[in-house]
């Protein structure tokens, strides 16, 4: 994996929302040339693995406004009709008083066919196959995770294509919430009703202002993922504050574009399928600690999907808890249907205490043993005869 740079103290790539970075990067800041080939030329990938904070979690409130002002809006009356786009049903609604810009809440509305909710969940989260359906996201990862569903992120968007020499791309820190059946402590892997709330935070410590970026204030990120027999039903609702200053096509566009994002997300499911994940074993009381993941995929240009080294490649970072076991889930229809299959590379301390079982069929077991206790290991899941390319290798 690549090394880079800090902002604060990061932890590793790993999954995020952050779905409003789709329509930021425009403002009338100047960037000097200097600035640019810094910006250019920052590494994206963080130092370390090790994020699992040992103190509580900081930025309770802000989760707690930002949810309940999602539950509150979602199905609220006073929704002024924006028509459709894409079969996604477009929605606004003027929030006075609700953070510090003029945007209105936004919301998009659509149905994913033939999906569970637990496979929809890595397409809105996992960086690596975000780019697929939000061009203007440029990467992400963990500070710090406090809980399994619960972790704070810092997050980079793109300028506009042509104009990076002019305007500052825009950044986020932000804290991330999941809830599964309304449950912050659920199980993930289930097709149940899947809540996930992404919201602004303030860390000077660990994620000050970035030279060359300008910061964003995001009131609300929300997505709400609810089965619906063989479907998915998909919403996605955001208010966000671009910094800066914006002219009024600017401002157009990002009205445009935010809702649509839910389809194009179903678009990129259709398409390509979607990346590994775990499942807990609700029989087992002493799971391993998860602590980061991340996915390679290429991008798609044309319809063409264009592979990168290591492309396809899932890693898993975890901390051992003896005699605890869970499942990783991949697709064998879409996303490895071309390669036959997939390989499981494990690496790290803990690699002896590790046992894995692929039912050829979608399911990985994982077993984790006393010499893996308390000890950090990696799990690679890659197509069939590819080569793992790690730092642990």
Known sequence: ????????????????????????PFANERVSFFRSIFIIKMPLQPERDDVLATE??????????????????????????????????LDSKPLPGIGDSALPLTRGTCIIENATTDKIVPLVQ??????????????????????PLGYEFYSLGNSPPGLGWFINPRDLAGMSQIYIAGNPDGQPGKNEEVVIIQVSIVDKERCSEVRGRTRMKLSLSGWRLTPQGNDVKATYMVKVSL???????????????????????????????????????????????????????????????????????????????????????YDTKTMYASEGGVHVT????????VSIVDDGQGVIGVRVAEAADGKRFEMVVHPIGTKVITRNS
């Open 1 to 24: 994996m690549q090394q880079g740079s800090r902002v604060g103290t990061l932890g590793l790539d790993a999954v995020i929302d952050v779905t409003t970075l789709a329509c930021l």
């Open 56 to 89: 509580p979690c900081p930025f309770t409130d802000e989760v707690k406004q930002a949810y309940e002002l999602f539950l509150r809006e979602i199905d609220s009356d006073g929704w002024e009709d924006g028509g459709e786009k894409d079969n996604v049903k």
């Open 126 to 147: 996992v960086p690596g196959i975000r780019k697929l359906w939000d061009p203007r996201f440029e990467s992400a990862w963990i500070i710090r995770r406090f809980t």
């Open 243 to 329: 910094g800066g200053s914006l002219p009024s096509s600017a401002v157009a566009t990002v009205l445009k574009d935010l809702p649509t994002l839910v389809g194009k997300l179903r678009n990129t499911y259709y398409e390509y399928g979607y990346p590994p994940y775990i499942l807990h074993d609700p029989n087992s009381q002493t799971h391993s600690i998860q602590q980061t993941e991340h996915f390679h995929f290429g991008r798609s240009k044309s319809g063409v999907h264009e592979p990168v080294p290591n492309d396809k490649h899932w890693h898993l970072h975890m901390i051992g808890k003896r005699d605890g076991h869970f499942q990783i889930r």
């Open 346 to 353: 494990t690496y790290g301390e803990g690699k002896a205490g």
